[in-house]
């Protein structure tokens, strides 16, 4: 988005306004004698289900630094990037490191809200980085976090109950209406997929299925209102229309996951981060008994969204030093092997998928090859909010209220007055 001179003028002085307060904390982190010190406060946005090893990884950085506090918050996922705007904004209650989303970086970073991290403690070892990792820590050729996870979405799927309806494994939106039909026939009452239709990021996977993406960030081009988002809007209506999928507007996150794990439903689209969760229920006390597949593919491609998780450290805190330091502990190797071990999450370093216990990991030997064909986001300040228009114009085509066309026609004309240089 170009900005004038004076919201230019305003991000640069908010930014040194902010350096200038800081957070909870002594000092820079560090004590007379140079040693680490004080109190790192740190936001962690992971789900129920990975929290508690969130939770003890962080404040393990404490027997490496025994004279550093880790003050542990979980902040819901939902809540974190407006609660982290407020309180940077408002130079008062921002954590010294957070758990980021990857989308959020460059925006945090444009507002001056986060510390460049190039040439700190916090960047060890970057070669080791995966590229595709360290895209989304960047913005305006600054370094504003460390990669500390990576996903991309896949078909989840009960094996038992496909086999039962003695279908294959869905490999296109054709199969998986097929497949779909059969459960229902073999299981009166169950479904074959649940669709989310409460989050757009699960929106993606058809829209790249269909050819298509949210903007052109190199020709600044906004590209959702073309044919591919007309069709990715009438994919998702007719797999409900045809009952091959359920839905619902609301709380769509607890809802697919009770439906999938009590046997409600058959398959789901989700990540690496529902491994855990998925496995602990009802239908998964045989972890065998979990499928993962790629993401069923629309009428031009197979495509999942490339997500993950940074670590950034907040620009306005007073202990930077240690800050700079849990942000090196969080993301290394060492943290992200036990990461994986824990959760079956992903690293974003190289080297870990060099260990054992990561390589032979069954999740990874799957996500993995998915990661490396996953279509990268925009790494744009405005790559968080291109999500609302189309959960809007998700649920109105849904529930019926407006048709695909004129929800892929809204929704590049919101992004058009989101983005006032793109055509």
Known sequence: MRRGIAATALVAALGLTIAACGGDGEGNGTNSSGELSGTVTFWDTSNEAEKPTYKALAEGFTKLHPKVKVKYVSVPFGEANAKFKNAAGGNSGAPDVMRTEVAWVADFASLGYLAPLDGTPAIENEVDWLPQAAAS?????????????IDTMALFYNKKMLKDAGVEVPKNIDELKAASKKIS???PGKTGLYLRGDDPYWFLSFLYGEGGDMVDAKSKTVTIDDESGVKAYKTIKDLVDSKAAITDASDGWNNMQNAFKSGKVAMMLNGPWAIADARAGAQFKDPANLGIAPVPAGSAAQGSPQGGWNLSVYAGSQNLNASYE?????SSAKVQQQTTEKLSLLPTRLSVYTQPTVADNEMVKFFKPAVDKAVERPWIPQGNSLFEPIRLHMANVLTGKTSPEKAAAETGDAYRKLLKDYK
């Open 326 to 330: 849990f942000a090196k502990y969080m």
């Open 185 to 187: 026939e073999k299981s």
């Open 137 to 149: 820590t960047k913005y305006e050729g600054k370094t504003y976090a460390v990669p500390q996870v």
